[in-house]
């Protein structure tokens, strides 16, 4: 009986070290948010960012994830810090250190969506966030993430949302909820 309990003391001490360090950080991360209430990235992003780290900074390489896991949860953090400013599947294959062809198809059966889907949608999501600031003007926001002009940014969001990026900033086709001020 003795054993059980020091194994369940040492493991409840754990567990609360490791919730104490989640809540220093999402206190840290949405204090952030409240500072800035319109931040460059998205929350989203750096939640996902923060918490591999921490999870990297406890344990360590997870030995029970396969490679392709491991390579999925890497690209995820890798695109959702760089798919800004880089978009091509090459670039994140070359920081991973494979092929295109290999990480494609890993993504693919990871998650049943392409890498070039999931920068797609890293890039819409972000220019969602910029439009619903309705601060900048488009050409602004299409500056902002990197498209060589309006029209190219115009025809990437229609293809990601199925409006047009004056018709998200309008309210037209937004889903309950995520209208501005609800």
């Not at 991360?29 to 900074?57: G, Q, R, T, W």
């Not at 978009?87 to 250190?97: D, F, H, I, P």
């Not at 902002?144 to 199925?162: C, H, I, S, V, Y």
Request: glycine share 6%; proline share 4%.
């Amino acid at each position: 009986m003795l054993p059980f309990f020091i194994i369940f003391l040492f493991f409840t001490i754990f567990i609360e070290k490791c919730l104490e360090k989640y809540f220093q950080l999402f206190d840290e991360l949405f204090s952030m948010a409240v500072e800035d209430p319109k931040p460059s990235e998205c929350l989203c992003s750096f939640i996902m960012f923060y918490l591999h780290n921490l999870y990297k900074n406890l344990y360590g390489e997870n030995p029970f994830i396969s490679r392709q896991q491991k390579m999925f949860n890497d690209f995820m953090v890798l695109a959702n810090r760089c798919a800004l400013t880089e978009r091509s599947v090459a670039y994140y294959a070359k920081q991973l250190g494979t092929s295109s062809n290999y990480l494609s198809v890993v993504i693919k059966e990871q998650s049943n969506k392409g890498a070039k889907e999931w920068i797609n949608h890293i890039v819409a999501r972000e220019a969602k966030l910029l439009l619903k600031g309705a601060d900048e003007k488009v050409e602004k926001v299409a500056e902002m993430l990197g498209f060589r002009n309006p029209a190219q940014f115009g025809t990437f969001f229609k293809k990601e949302t199925g409006m047009t990026p004056m018709e998200y900033r309008n309210g037209k086709g937004i889903p309950p909820g995520e209208a501005q001020g609800e």
